[in-house]
């Protein structure tokens, strides 16, 4: 699934710096990694207003999509 964000933005300065990457470039790395998690966070507040519009508990849904599954292997 991989590393979450705000891991990577702990991690992500210290070895720019020692490869010898110039503060300004490392201080962009940062503020687009801040752009990128803004951008999930909006995707999961999108993908679960979806889920909690639909009326269905998600536990049910995922019922459904299993059956649908068989179904598409029976063909």
């Given amino acids: 699934m991989g590393i979450p964000i705000s891991e990577i933005r702990n991690f992500l300065p210290a070895p720019l710096k020692n490869l010898g990457f110039p ?35 998600e536990e049910q849904l995922f019922e459904m999509q299993q059956r649908l599954i068989e179904q598409v292997g029976e063909i």
């Fill in 23 to 57: 503060r300004e470039y490392v201080d962009a790395a940062n503020s687009v990694l801040g752009e990128c998690k803004i951008a999930a966070e909006k995707r999961l507040k999108r993908k679960n207003s979806r889920l909690d519009k639909c009326g269905i508990p």
